[in-house]
């Protein structure tokens, strides 16, 4: 009898020996052998805030791998659980569960596209373009970045979902009646697929923060403005002129106009508030009661109307003194000058009537 139960007690242990090695056979193969050998590859997205569970179910909802348990299995054994990277990745079917892992882990995403934001596009024109590029709906980085104020015929602060000063010092002084309008730099960035919007607009403020060198912020502080009031100019030379050397006259005459406080009287503001493109300014649009609206009130309108680029930023800060006060854009293009209101109107009844 004695004997006999000896021997039970070798057969339980030989089959747990037996059963442990299974195991870690199964195990092994999980992990270090591919779900198939076909080599298709996928698009594969991990978003942004989805934990290990969340990685492992979705690869194997997509027969990336043979099952999540050794996907979980690996990187928790492996320490890399905080390592796991948001992004879109091409995984081919033929990878096994360590190869997956490392691409992961290396943040070897695809890279989405190259998004291109051009000079004078206001919040809507960038929130629409998003949309069309399939990123998310307009309304989406509006409630992120703010909507436009343009209906605002008194000061009014408009929330934000997020507050970018805390991460970028040259908002600390825009008005907190109007979003992120005038900050969006124009440029070509690269984002990726697992981007959100808040990665986006963070990627852009800080293009804006490199373009805006130290140099450029001392000008502005000796001058006693504000980098918002710079801004907030630049964006109506953006709109109103092309080259450089114009942008800097037209930026003499509509600082040394606020300075007098005369109204700046800029068609450009008129068409951010109606929406509207081109030099038709109707009579009846220059009455809407809206504080953009540089005819019915003096000084700088309530915020930025585009979003500029550099050289309108620099006109802004660097402005061409002249003995001009009026100028006007004919339908072709050319900017003509004018000192005195009787010339400029002489001009307008030429070139624009």
């Known amino acids: 009898m004695f004997y006999f139960l000896l021997f039970l007690e070798k057969m339980k242990k030989s089959l747990f ?53 050794f996907f979980e299995f690996y990187v928790l054994i492996t320490g890399r659980i905080r390592n796991l990277q948001a992004g879109e990745y091409l995984i081919n079917s033929s990878l096994n569960v360590k190869e997956i892992v490392q691409k992961i882990v290396g943040g070897n995403s695809l890279k989405e596209r190259e998004i291109t934001i051009i000079e004078g596009w206001d919040m809507r024109d960038i929130a629409w373009y998003f949309e069309n590029e399939g990123m998310f709906q ?8 703010g909507f436009p104020t343009i209906n605002y015929s008194s000061v009014v602060e408009v929330p934000e979902l997020k507050d970018y000063s805390q991460e970028f010092n040259f908002l600390k002084d825009k008005s907190k009646s109007v979003g992120l309008e005038g900050y969006l730099f124009p440029d070509t960035y690269r984002i990726y697929r697992g981007d959100g919007i808040d990665e986006i607009l963070s990627k852009i403020l800080g293009n804006f923060d490199k373009k ?80 953009f609206n540089t005819y019915k009130y003096i000084g700088l309108p309530l915020g930025p109307i585009c979003n500029p680029g550099l050289e309108s930023i620099k006109a802004s800060i660097y402005p061409e003194e002249s003995n001009f006060w009026y100028y006007l854009s004919t339908p072709e293009g050319e900017t003509l000058f004018s000192g005195t209101l009787e010339e400029h109107n002489s001009k307008k009844r030429k070139y624009l009537n």
């Open 17 to 69: 020996f037996i059963i442990l090695i299974f195991l870690l056979i199964f195990i092994l193969q999980g992990i270090y052998f591919p779900s198939n050998i076909n080599n298709e590859g996928k698009i594969f997205l991990i978003n942004k805030g989805e934990n290990v569970f969340q990685i492992a179910r979705n690869l194997d909802k997509e027969e990336l791998i043979k099952n999540h348990l």
């Open 212 to 291: 805006l060198d130290q140099d450029l912020r001392d000008e502005i502080k000796r001058q006693n403005r504000s980098i918002f009031d710079i801004i907030t100019m630049a964006s109506m030379i953006e709109e109103e002129v092309i080259s450089y050397e114009e942008k800097e006259l037209v930026s003499g005459v509509l600082w040394k106009r606020e300075k007098s406080n005369i109204p700046l009287q800029v068609d450009s503001t008129i068409n951010y508030i109606t929406g509207k493109k081109g030099f038709n300014i109707l009579k009846e649009e220059k009455k809407i009661d809206s504080l």
């Open 138 to 145: 307009a309304e989406e980085l509006m409630e992120m970045a």
